[in-house]
Nanobody, 124 residues
Framework: QVQLVESGGGLVQAGGSLRLSCAAS????????MGWFRQAPGKDREFVAS????????RYANSVKDRFTISRDNAKNLVFLEMNKVTPEDTAVYYC?????????????????WGQGTQVTVSS
């Protein structure tokens, strides 16, 4: 059974940067496409970014495009989300997600595994 554990969240000032990590245990991540979702208070969980099994293709939500970068290190079973130029609107709990089909297009219904989430708070 694969388990996903996020880390790297915290408090950051607007305009700053943060890097989230997702560590997988129990099985290699190369069988999954991976993604990040987020959920702000009072809002639905939404897609942020995804990456295919070997990292050849990435996809981003329009709201984070050109500011966030998703990457993965399959040798270490890690997935990252580099967050730059953050704004208070990026404040949310960020969740790591895994999907067995390997597809780049990832919705909530497609996710097979979730991490427990890590809080990111951006102060203005």
């Amino acid at each position: 059974q694969v388990q996903l554990v996020e880390s790297g969240g915290g408090l950051v000032q607007a305009g700053g940067s943060l890097r989230l990590s997702c560590a997988a245990s129990g099985r290699t991540l190369t069988t999954f496409s991976m993604g990040w979702f987020r959920q702000a208070p009072g809002k639905d969980r939404e897609f942020v970014a995804s990456i295919t099994r070997h990292g050849f293709t990435t996809r981003y939500a329009n709201s984070v495009k050109d500011r966030f970068t998703i990457s993965r290190d399959n040798a270490k079973n890690l997935v990252f989300l580099e967050m730059n130029k953050v704004t208070p609107e990026d404040t949310a709990v960020y969740y790591c997600a895994a999907e067995r089909s390997g597809a780049i297009y990832m919705t909530l219904a497609d996710v097979d595994l979730w991490g427990q989430g890590t809080q990111v708070t951006v102060s203005s």
